[in-house]
């Protein structure tokens, strides 16, 4: 009895490590992903809607623009902003999160809240 007990508990062990270890991954995923600079600045930009390039890169300071556009074309890449051309005179780009993209928003609103209890305040860029 004892022996099978032993047994079921080393399994169990096994399954918390297993579990650990997939979100462990998990989270080295996605930090490597939003870590990178900008990219959780601009998916929190975009929480307010569809946004033009230039709106944009006014609202996320200290961004310029080649890093702004190869930041969107990574986002878009990953599927989490969508691009649209909006026709007309001027024709203009607007960018706005996709359905995946607005999974994120309640994880950013928890990290921003955890960032304002947590993290002293030091000369960051406002998001506007």
Not at 6 to 21: L, S
Not at 53 to 64: D, K, P, T, W, Y
Not at 78 to 95: D, H, K, M, T
Request: net charge neutral; glycine share 8%; proline share 5%.
């Amino acid at each position: 009895m004892d022996r099978q007990r032993e047994q079921r508990a080393g399994e169990e062990v096994r399954g918390i490590a297993a579990a650990t270890i997939a979100c462990d991954a998990a989270l080295v995923q996605v930090f490597s992903f939003l870590g990178k600079r900008w990219n959780g600045v601009i998916l929190g930009t975009l929480v307010n809607g569809a946004v033009g390039f230039s709106a944009l890169a006014r609202r996320v300071e200290g961004i310029s623009d080649s890093v702004l556009s190869d930041r969107l074309a990574e986002l878009q890449a990953c599927g989490l902003v969508i691009r649209s051309v909006v026709p007309g005179p001027p024709v203009a780009v607007e960018y706005a999160l996709s359905t995946s993209g607005a999974a994120l928003v309640p994880a950013l609103e928890e990290l921003r809240r955890w960032a304002a209890t947590h993290l002293p305040s030091n000369d960051v860029p406002i998001v506007r």
